[in-house]
């Protein structure tokens, strides 16, 4: 079974500061990963994704994030953050085969402070 | 662009009703979702359907069941809704596995 583990379910950065919102993941086989971003009392849009092409993945308004295997981790960062990144981050793996179930991490809050 | 409808954002229902909400997307997407967001436990699915007709249990299966007759509805059904029920229920599409997942707004659903 395939499981998401988001570290930290409160994170504060001063603007301008780097933004590290952490994911481990488990899964038997390989694994698709996404970021969604949620902003309140809205639904989650997709930040990025990782479908096995290149391990550094870029997506919207700054944000990146790194696939390692070995640590089987796709922590998410952000070299600056602005006032406006403050929202709820959740990390998602779908399975790649089967009835390619989606399991999400329980989301990790981010706070950013002037 | 994708669209995800919930067909209300907020809901109040009362024990012991049947409740349905009810989700359709416009892009012919072959995997519906629908999860329930509570704090601290982030979106747990409680059903996904990979085609018209066909359904999977999710997690939280339990006092809920769901219905897809056509490719772009997914109903979720509540058959006897209860206090324990209330929460953030947020309906999802997507196309294949390696695709995201597009979210509709959400459906604040309180059972009193």
């Known amino acids: 079974a395939q499981s998401v583990t988001q570290l930290g379910s409160h994170v504060s950065v001063s603007e301008g500061a780097l933004v590290l919102l952490r994911c481990n993941y488990s899964?038997?086989?390989?694994?698709?990963l996404f970021w969604y971003v949620q902003y309140p009392n809205q639904g989650l849009q997709l930040l990025l994704k990782?479908?096995?092409?290149?391990?550094l993945v870029k997506g919207i308004n700054g944000f990146e994030a790194e696939f390692k295997k070995s640590e089987t981790s796709f922590h998410l960062t952000k070299p600056s953050a602005h006032m406006s990144d403050a929202a709820e981050y959740f990390c998602?793996?779908?399975?790649?085969?089967?009835?390619?179930?989606?399991?999400f991490g329980t989301g990790t809050k981010l706070q950013v402070i002037p | 662009d994708v669209k995800v409808t919930q067909s209300s954002r907020y809901l109040v229902k009362r024990t012991g009703e049947k409740v349905f909400l009810e989700c359709v997307q416009d892009?012919?997407?072959?995997?519906m979702f629908w999860y329930r967001q509570d704090p601290g436990l982030g979106l747990r699915l409680i059903y996904f359907?990979?085609?018209?007709?066909?359904?999977e249990k999710g997690d939280i299966p339990e006092g809920y069941s769901v219905s897809r007759e056509k490719k772009e509805r997914f109903s979720l059904i509540l058959e006897s809704a209860s206090t324990n029920q209330t929460s953030m229920y947020l309906c999802?599409?997507?196309?294949?596995?390696?695709?995201?997942?597009?979210f509709g707004d959400g459906t604040r659903l309180s059972i009193l």
């Open positions: 892009m012919d997407h072959e995997n």
């Open positions: 999802a599409s997507r196309d294949r596995s390696n695709q995201p997942q597009h």
């Open positions: 998602a793996v779908s399975e790649s085969g089967g009835y390619q179930k989606v399991t």
């Open positions: 359907s990979y085609d018209v007709k066909m359904k």
């Open positions: 899964s038997s086989v390989p694994p698709y």
């Open positions: 990782y479908t096995s092409a290149a391990t």
